[in-house]
């Protein structure tokens, strides 16, 4: 992972970092630094997009959607999707023996596309600025691993 650029404006966001996750791929994240301790991630659900708060310092409920339809290659097509993310807890996490105060954030996300629901769990580390660690399952009998992002 590595910052392509800090500081930024970025859909209506002014203290953005953008972010390339490895070499081999041209995807890039953008995360915002909030006035008030929170982050937010800028979801690109091409064609559409939107800012997810994750609410590591109001510890507020935060709620993002997106609920459009659009034309994909002469075929109308109707895409929604609604996110929420709940502060759960602080806590300690050690990574390579080193005690980080990490806030615990609950990701719930539900798509039209495929039906499909999905539990997350991010662990945040307002002292580095970033996550440490991040789990996506699907709400089923089958779970799916999103990714897992530890630190070295």
């Known amino acids: 992972m590595k910052v392509v650029a800090s500081g930024i404006s970025y859909r209506g966001k002014s203290n953005a970092v953008e972010y390339q996750w490895n070499s081999t791929t041209s995807a890039v994240t953008f995360i915002n630094f909030e006035s008030d301790g929170d982050i937010s991630i800028y979801k690109d659900a091409a064609p559409l997009g939107t800012w997810l708060t994750f609410p590591i310092s109001t510890r507020s409920a935060t709620y993002a959607s997106v609920d459009t339809t659009y034309v994909d290659n002469g075929k109308s097509t109707r895409h929604w999707n609604r996110d929420t993310c709940t502060f759960v807890q602080d806590s300690v996490m050690v990574i390579q023996g080193q005690s980080l105060m990490v806030a615990l954030i609950r990701v719930t996300q539900r798509y039209q596309q ?11 580390a307002p002292a580095i600025g970033f996550w440490v660690t991040s789990r996506l399952c699907r709400r089923s009998a089958r779970p799916a691993t999103r990714s897992r992002l530890v630190l070295a």
């Open 114 to 124: 495929h039906g499909d629901d999905y539990i997350g769990s991010d662990w945040f």
